[in-house]
């Protein structure tokens, strides 16, 4: 028997969601998008659908690929540094390598350097594997120019991304270290924790307090963030899981912020810290993500 309308799109919304959330790093746009999405495959004559999990996914990109364009004129205008929305998760989704690795706050960074299309091919091919000719029919272009566009992609995030893979109790270790020094406001402690050349991205959006350029060097980044126990009445730090990675949460006064850290050799070399309040409406709960390969399935007839 075929699956109803609802019964597909609630069996396949945690595919559907980790999907858009990849192509647009930000989980309230991924979930308008997914409403946008069901209205339209609700609305659909699916006599012809072999696969309602390939022909979602290809809604999804569509209406994903739409606000994306839109929400990259609007960031032109944004206010200081623009980092994803980050995502509470549960420590066993990092068992997932490929999983936790493309939904880290360091590639989803990465993603904002590409056009929308080029990020839309990026994801379905890298993350998803869906073949080039579905992916061309799904961004309107040919399968040969995808294959190109995926290759400028791929080359591109490569010369970006970070590639600092540790083992999780190491993380986990530097994590806490860096934790119980913040929490004190020992400047020691952290510049201990910090390798020479750590990168601090703030994203505060133009509503809370945050530096508007990436900082560079442990004696910069260490005295700024030591010196916060010293500018608020309470500060409480809480180990977290966010996209996938041990993280942190910090409160100032009650204001949280998310804290994402990239790791190597026992020492952090990039911190995200997200500080606008518009992203962290979802701090306190646990996402859903999926990534089930998309390579073998047709979503149409012939």
């Known amino acids: 028997m075929a699956e109803s309308s609802s019964d597909a799109f609630i069996t396949h919304r945690s595919l559907l969601f980790t999907v858009a959330y990849e192509m647009l790093g930000s989980a309230a746009d991924a979930e308008d998008v997914l409403q946008e999405s069901w209205l339209r495959w609700a609305d659909a004559d699916r006599t012809e659908v072999r696969d309602p999990r390939a022909y979602l996914v290809r809604i ?11 929400l990259s004129r609007r960031r032109e205008d944004y206010v200081g540094q623009w980092l994803p929305e980050p995502l509470l998760t549960s420590p066993d989704v990092a068992d997932d390598i490929e999983l936790a690795e493309s939904v880290s706050i360091a590639l989803l960074t990465v993603l904002e350097t590409l056009g929308p299309t080029e990020r839309a091919v990026f994801v379905l ?12 029919e799904a961004v309107g272009r040919s399968a040969a120019t995808v294959r190109q566009i995926a290759r400028r992609a791929r080359d591109h995030v490569a010369a970006r991304q970070p590639r600092m893979k ?15 020094a913040m929490s004190t406001g020992n400047l020691q402690g952290l510049m201990e924790v910090m390798a020479p050349d750590v990168v601090m991205i ?9 530096a508007l350029l ?28 966010f996209n996938a990675a041990p993280a942190a949460r910090i409160d100032f006064d009650g204001e949280p912020a998310a804290v994402s850290v990239l790791v190597d050799d026992g020492r952090i070399t990039h911190i995200y810290v997200t500080r606008n309040p518009e992203k962290l409406t979802r701090i ?16 149409c007839g012939d």
């Open 166 to 180: 540790v083992a999780r109790s190491e993380q986990q270790a530097v994590v806490e270290r860096f934790l119980a």
């Open 202 to 210: 703030a994203d505060g959006g133009g509503r809370v307090a945050a």
């Open 125 to 136: 091919r890298e993350v998803f594997d869906v073949p080039y000719g579905e992916i061309a």
């Open 284 to 299: 306190d709960e646990e996402a859903d993500l999926d990534i089930s390969s998309l390579g073998t399935s047709s979503p």
């Open 214 to 241: 990436p900082l560079h060097g442990v004696d910069v980044v260490a005295t700024l963030l030591a010196s916060a126990k010293t500018k608020v009445a309470e500060l409480a730090t809480t180990p977290v899981w």
């Open 60 to 70: 999804v990109t569509r209406q994903s690929l739409n606000r994306l364009r839109t």
